[in-house]
């Protein structure tokens, strides 16, 4: 069964900050090459900053000069949810998170190989999990 979490707007606003809440919670989007992960290096894992949720691999992260974070695939389908967004006079598919519904950006067809996708994700809805060296043997 799909662990998933719900709070009201109210408990959101407590745990998130105001930018935060308008980006995850009010489906925002932050301003392009503003965001601390868009030029991103580290290897590691980036979550939903609402929950917590593994989302996307350093390892699938592309730099797409969209001048946000961008990635060719998330760890797992299981993780986000793809819905239609016909706002703003556009047609785009949005990313939830699977486990709290938290805007986290959208997907485009217009990524590199392997899939030919490209999940552009705002640096506000992530946080990042640095890659644990390796102990030497």
């Not at 069964?1 to 900050?17: A, F, H, P, R």
């Not at 949005?94 to 950006?105: A, F, K, N, T, Y």
């Amino acid at each position: 069964m799909k662990e998933t979490i719900s709070k009201t707007e109210d408990q959101w606003k407590e745990t998130l900050s105001r930018d935060q809440f308008i980006v995850l919670r009010q489906k925002g989007t932050e301003a392009a090459f503003t965001g601390k992960y868009y030029d991103h290096k580290e290897k590691g894992v980036y979550l939903c900053a609402a929950c917590g949720q593994e989302l996307f691999s350093s390892d699938s992260k592309f730099d797409s000069g969209t001048g946000w974070p961008s990635f060719f695939k998330p760890i797992s389908s299981e993780k986000v949810e793809q819905k239609p967004d016909l706002s703003h006079f556009m047609v785009r598919t949005e990313v939830l998170c699977s486990r709290c519904g938290s805007h986290l950006g959208h997907v485009f067809d217009d990524g590199p190989a392997p899939t030919g996708e490209r999940f552009c994700m705002n640096s506000l809805s992530l946080d990042f999990k640095k890659e644990e060296d390796s102990p030497e043997g």
